[in-house]
């Protein structure tokens, strides 16, 4: 038999490392059948701007018996749009989904979509062992939902071959050295009792980061939620990641939690060559109140002494990550965090927006704070009791120029001047998105002397 595992990226640069997990459970599964060497695995990855039509040919004419898709809230749509014309082009396929998208909302994806044979929830590893030791036969007794069996992750088989790094030349790389998070942000599916925190080992992950780093990436991305969350562990790679990999010509991305950082990390990571580490920080809000209502907790105080001192550092590239709809926080709570954010001089800022995912404890009280969502993916917030529709269109008008303009190191010094002006960057944001919207200034561009032009004409009116 030949099974297909499908992936669609948000974008070509990205690569999809769960089709390379399954890749080795699938291969082990087989391997427990009577016949193995009749059975082939294979992977495909297209990303979410191709044509649907392609994607659906290109699969039909690979031939596979069975088809495994991954989906998460950037590809769903795209998936619950192919399934019926792979139904059509491969009637005795087994079409088997899985991943976060359809975890917790399996039934309601059974019923969107009838020509899906097998929804997999959970950890999707056991679950494709054991399909591929069975041959991905029907079981009438196991009905068209899967639970996936447990794994045992820190002695999980290394996902990449030696023959995906040309496939993978020019891409993010994604690594994974621990799975769960010790946090309960009440927004994530990370937080949920059944994702608890197990680690490699730091001899493991050297090891499988010098199988990684041998292949050529130019980033390396760990897909870790809380990186640091067992801080020696944390400064002992970062140590060795520097005296193994400072001339490499690769970067290495952390998801870090500020408040977990200390005066042993910072010297460590004071000795990373620039350019070594890109850390993306999730501040969120500044606001004890909400981050009690969200169950993150925390000690902002702590967090921004932690964040001052990397950018003092001046040696890790630093991306914070702010979100807009959280419970009890309208445009003052926001903006105020927002200025806080800036003031701490880190080289990227997202405003992002809240996101009510199926699964989430969140999602569950969204009534709880008045919170609507998207019906369908990626389930952003369309209004709040703190903000509504209005509110959230400017903000997101505000979101897109800090990313055109704060993030960008030849607009700070203008950016200083209007943030002046108005009496805080927030403010000055806040006005500038009206005067585009008035004006009819596209946000969304990139073009340096648009963007230039249009924020000389703000200041012109505004000074």
């Known amino acids: 038999m030949k099974l297909l595992l499908v992936g669609v990226n948000a974008r070509w640069t990205h690569s999809n490392l769960a089709l390379r997990c399954l890749r080795g459970a699938a291969e082990a599964g087989f391997s427990r059948s009577a016949d193995p060497a009749s059975h082939s695995v294979e992977l495909r990855e297209y990303e979410i701007n191709q044509g649907r039509l392609s994607i659906v040919r290109d699969i039909a004419a690979a031939a596979p018996d069975a088809v495994a898709i991954s989906v998460y809230i950037w590809n769903s749509s795209l998936v619950a749009s192919i399934l019926p014309d792979l139904r059509a082009l491969l009637p005795r396929a087994r079409l088997v989904v899985g991943g976060p998208e359809v975890s917790y909302r399996a039934e309601a994806w059974l019923e969107r979509c009838p020509d899906t044979d097998l929804v997999v929830t959970g950890p999707g590893e056991g679950a494709v062992e054991d399909l591929a030791a069975a041959g991905f036969g029907r079981d009438p007794g196991r009905g068209r939902v899967l639970a996936g069996r447990p794994v045992d992750f820190p002695r999980s088989p290394f996902p990449y071959r030696d023959t995906d790094w040309t496939g993978l030349a020019g891409r993010y790389l994604y690594y994974e050295s621990s799975r769960g998070c010790p946090f309960t942000c009440s927004y994530c599916l990370s937080s949920r009792s059944d994702q608890a925190q197990v680690f490699k080992d730091v001899a493991t992950v050297m090891d499988e980061l010098s199988a990684v780093v041998a292949g050529g990436p130019f980033l390396v991305k760990f897909v870790d939620r809380s990186f640091n969350a067992d801080p020696a562990r944390a400064r002992e790679l970062w140590r060795l990641i520097i005296l193994r990999w400072a001339d490499a010509g690769c970067r290495f991305h952390f998801e870090v939690h500020p408040g977990l950082l200390s005066g042993p990390d910072y010297a460590v990571l004071a000795?990373?060559?620039?350019?070594?580490?890109?850390?993306?920080?999730?501040?969120?809000?500044?606001?004890?109140?909400?981050?009690?209502?969200?169950?993150?907790?925390?000690?902002?105080?702590?967090?921004?002494?932690?964040?001052?001192?990397?950018a003092g550092l001046g040696t890790v590239h630093l991306h914070l990550d702010l979100i807009a709809g959280l419970p009890g926080e309208g445009m003052a709570e926001l903006?105020?965090?927002?200025?806080?954010?800036?003031?701490l001089g880190a080289d990227h800022l997202q405003l992002g927006f809240l996101k009510g995912l199926p699964g989430t404890e969140l999602r569950e009280r969204a009534a709880g704070f008045g919170a609507v969502f998207q019906a369908d993916p990626p389930y952003e917030v369309l209004r709040t009791d703190a903000l509504d529709s209005g509110e959230l269109s400017l903000l997101s008008g505000i979101a897109?120029?800090?990313?055109?303009?704060?993030?960008?190191p030849e607009f700070r010094e203008t950016l200083a001047r209007a943030y002046a002006t108005a009496g805080s960057p927030f403010a000055a944001f806040r006005s500038m998105a009206g005067f585009c919207a008035l004006t009819g200034f596209d946000t969304r561009t990139r073009d340096r002397a648009k963007l230039a032009a249009m924020l000389e004409s703000f200041l012109s009116g505004s000074e």
């Open 271 to 310: 000795n990373a060559p620039a350019g070594l580490f890109q850390f993306e920080l999730g501040v969120q809000t500044v606001h004890g109140a909400t981050r009690s209502i969200i169950r993150r907790g925390g000690d902002w105080e702590r967090e921004r002494t932690a964040i001052r001192a990397l």
């Open 400 to 408: 897109t120029l800090v990313d055109g303009l704060a993030n960008r």
């Open 335 to 343: 903006g105020a965090s927002f200025d806080e954010a800036i003031a």
